[in-house]
């Protein structure tokens, strides 16, 4: 998976849910960090969307704690051949570098995150945040908080120059006044889109359900 075109994602820690995310997902982000036995389920894996393999720490936002266990689950889904690509936070990757270098020699692209659920930096910071993330991963991830219109502007913006620049990036607005951004952030350049099956299994505050937002996206493309 290269993330050369948009890709939106049902977010699950259920592998069973795959089959129902077929009508509306390109892949099924796997939330490791919330599964029961993720390896056991990985191993298991026979259906046919591309996973996201994803092992949240508790600082930003998932149920993993800091440990080198989740980065040594992080590495097994790596070797999965399912997995397309593995979700690894800009604070771990700077520190542990080699994790990204054994997911791309086992041919699972990088995604870079960063989580603010406080607020929205500036703009600049922001844009400072997804080059340094692209400096390690194919796909650079922002989720920030808003709190005004113009908060979500700004990330917009941020999206579309780094987009402009031959950047990969993955952007969102997380809260009320910013769940929008999930459906026009792909206008700017965002390349990831993610989304629960259930409204009610949402993994990250103001997500629209997977057949809401894919809905809204077939309606602005």
């Known amino acids: 998976m290269d993330f050369d075109s948009f890709v939106l994602a049902a977010a699950t820690a259920d592998l069973s849910d795959e089959p129902a995310a077929r009508a509306h997902a390109d892949a099924v ?22 996973l996201i393999a994803t092992n ?6 998932g149920d993993a704690p800091a440990t080198p266990d989740r980065l ?12 397309a690509a593995i979700d690894i936070e800009l ?3 700077e520190d542990e570098k080699w994790l990204a270098e054994h997911a791309r020699e086992h041919d699972a ?19 400072e945040t997804l080059e340094r993330a692209s400096e390690h991963g ?11 219109p113009a908060d979500v502007l700004d990330l917009l ?7 402009s620049d031959g950047k990969r990036v993955a952007t969102m607005a997380m809260g009320a006044v910013g769940g929008h951004s999930r459906a026009i952030a792909p206008l700017y350049g965002s390349r990831i ?11 990250a505050p103001g997500q629209y359900d997977l057949t809401t937002l894919a809905g809204l996206l077939d309606t602005l493309d």
């Open 29 to 50: 982000e796997f939330r490791m960090d919330l599964a029961e036995d993720p390896l056991d389920a990985l191993a298991a894996y026979d259906g046919e969307l591309p």
């Open 56 to 61: 949240r720490t508790v600082e930003e936002g």
């Open 72 to 83: 040594a689950a992080l590495e097994h889904a790596a070797d999965c051949s399912a997995v």
């Open 91 to 93: 604070a771990t990757v």
């Open 109 to 127: 692209a990088c995604i870079v995150s960063t989580h603010d659920f406080d607020a929205t930096p500036s703009r600049a910071a922001m844009e």
């Open 138 to 148: 194919a796909v650079a991830k922002l989720a920030v908080t808003a709190h005004t």
């Open 157 to 163: 913006a941020a999206t579309h120059t780094l987009d």
């Open 193 to 203: 889109a993610y989304a629960p099956l259930d409204p009610e299994r949402a993994t």
